[in-house]
């Protein structure tokens, strides 16, 4: 009997010391399940590799009316453009008309600087025709890298950015933002042909 009331006791104690085991929930991650995600988890986010679906350059191209040229073969021992890992060369071009001819001559002089501006959009124009040339489809272009513009000024004429916006405003109408670039907009003393603008160009493409 003795034995019994000391089991009993022993047994309450224990119960009384140790107390219901406890669960302790873990919270809920509130980034589990989303497509965003930090950085110590190591996870990569489910961002879209290829371009956005609304992206369609050569759309753009024919709600501006623009039909691109035949790119013009090179007149010397070079080549319009090289590629190297992921980005374009593009080799420097001028304003070349439909039926071949250049405008030519120096802006402040023989042309305005608005007349200048339609240069350089022309050119932008006959560069866009070199990458499609290069890429088969314009919406291969990731982003507009460099642009280096050259201008047949007149002396004391310093408006040539305003003029190399012809070829920046092309552009960013035709890529959006993948149109903005770093650029460089200089004034010549005199360019090969007496042409009046010729731009070169760096392009970041995709496979």
């Known amino acids: ?69 035949e790119a013009a073969t090179p007149v010397a021992n070079y080549v319009n453009a090289v590629r190297s890992g992921n980005l374009i060369f593009l080799a420097g071009k001028g304003p070349k008309q439909a039926d071949g001819t250049y405008i030519t001559g120096q802006v402040g002089t023989d042309l305005t600087e608005e007349e200048g501006y339609e240069a350089a959009r022309l050119t932008a124009i006959n560069q866009l025709a070199v990458l499609k040339a290069e890429l088969g489809n314009l919406d291969r272009v990731v982003r507009i890298v460099k642009v280096h513009g050259m201008v047949n000024a007149a002396p004391g004429f310093t408006n040539q950015p305003e003029v190399i916006n012809g070829f920046s405003d092309l552009m960013v109408a035709v890529f959006g933002d993948r149109g903005k670039h770093a650029r460089a907009a200089v004034g010549m003393g005199s360019l090969p042909r007496n042409i009046s603008v010729e731009v070169e160009a760096v392009v970041e493409v995709r496979d």
Not at 5 to 34: E, M, Q, R, Y
């Open 1 to 69: 009997m003795k034995r019994t009331v000391w089991a009993f006791i022993a047994l309450a104690l224990t119960l009384s010391c140790n107390g219901p085991s406890k669960t302790h929930d873990t919270p809920a991650d509130p980034s589990a399940g989303s497509g965003s995600q930090s950085a110590e988890s190591g996870e990569i986010s489910n961002a879209p590799d290829s371009p956005d679906p609304g992206y369609d350059p050569e759309a753009r191209l024919a709600e501006l009316g623009i039909d691109l040229p």
